[in-house]
């Protein structure tokens, strides 16, 4: 006769609490479309990375239609370096000369691109890899001449993106556009919210190394939990943010003011901070709304 252990009765049943407290929000959440900008040390470290990908295979099992767009800054220096091309920031954005577009392309379309499909797939046949050159999803026009190829989204055709979506499959997307003359580096935040925008999506979200938006960036525990749309352009019109967090803000900003109901930012390092974000009431991270 076997008897039963109390340690595993006791935390199968808070293993049951935690489904019972999702149950409204998969409800919730069934049928809406996400998109999920993914980037930082979640995307670069191979465990993370896994985690991150579970949680993004069991929210397509809840029902949710995920759009997953990637940068990938840190492996595109670190090819720069290798190949001895200097590596420029202005306001946040990469500097990009005609052979450091060569090198973006190759890094986000032919390895950080490919990389995340394959995660993907081992899950099942779940994920379609393209850029935003393909089906012209991503259209741009050169921002600034001292900027290079970096590229302002003119227009979004979210055509392939829904096929895709319609497919069954997970769409993930190099933040790499075309013009007339050429292929354009655009910024991955920026990429997510156009996209989010184009497709009226229900929420946007950003995988980040950071818990979210402090309030003091020198203070892990002034994280601030809710900023609504009014705050958040205040903020900007402030002058305070600084590096790549001024484009990041900026485009949850253009999002909420598009019309996307709820803008996230969450530590792609924690663990299950998506699944935390998305199914239960605490939450965490930053969540950026409509005025009240």
């Known amino acids: 006769m076997k008897k039963r252990d109390i340690q595993q ?15 409204p929000w998969i409800n919730q959440m069934n049928g809406k479309t996400f998109v999920i900008k993914y980037g930082g040390s979640a995307m670069e470290d191979i465990e993370l990375c896994r985690r991150v990908v579970a949680d993004i295979e ?31 920031f202005k306001d946040g954005l990469r500097v990009t000369d005609p052979d ?5 392309r190759e890094v986000l379309v032919g390895k950080v691109n490919q990389e995340l499909v394959w995660e993907l797939n081992e899950y099942g046949h779940n994920a379609v890899g393209i850029s935003g050159a393909d089906g012209k999803t991503l259209k741009a026009e050169a921002i600034d001449p001292e900027l290079g190829r970096v590229g302002r989204i003119r227009e979004v ?22 013009g007339p003359d050429g292929f ?3 910024n991955a935040d920026v990429a997510a919210d156009k996209i989010a925008e184009a497709m009226g999506a229900d929420k946007l ?6 818990d979210g938006l402090l309030e003091d960036v020198n203070d892990p525990d002034s994280l601030i939990a809710q900023m609504t749309r009014s705050e958040v352009h205040e903020l900007l019109d402030s002058g305070t943010l600084e590096g790549g967090m001024v484009p990041k803000i900026r485009s949850v900003a ?11 930012i969450v530590n792609g390092k924690a663990e299950h901070s998506l699944l935390l974000e998305i199914f239960t009431d605490a939450g965490c991270g930053t969540m950026f709304t409509q005025d009240l």
């Open 100 to 104: 450091t577009m060569e090198v973006v």
């Open 58 to 88: 069991l929210m397509k099992l809840m029902g949710v239609r995920v759009v997953l767009v990637h940068g990938g800054g840190k492996a595109i220096n670190a090819l720069l370096t290798r190949l001895d091309v200097p590596v420029k």
């Open 9 to 23: 009765r006791n935390a199968a049943a808070a293993k049951a609490d935690t489904l019972i407290e999702a149950l």
């Open 205 to 210: 979200i950003y995988l980040t190394d950071v």
């Open 157 to 178: 055709d979210t055509n392939l993106i829904e096929t895709i979506l319609d497919d069954g499959y997970i769409p993930v997307v190099a933040s790499v556009g075309c």
């Open 184 to 186: 354009f580096n655009i």
């Open 254 to 264: 253009d999002a909420l003011d598009a019309g996307v109901s709820q803008v996230v």
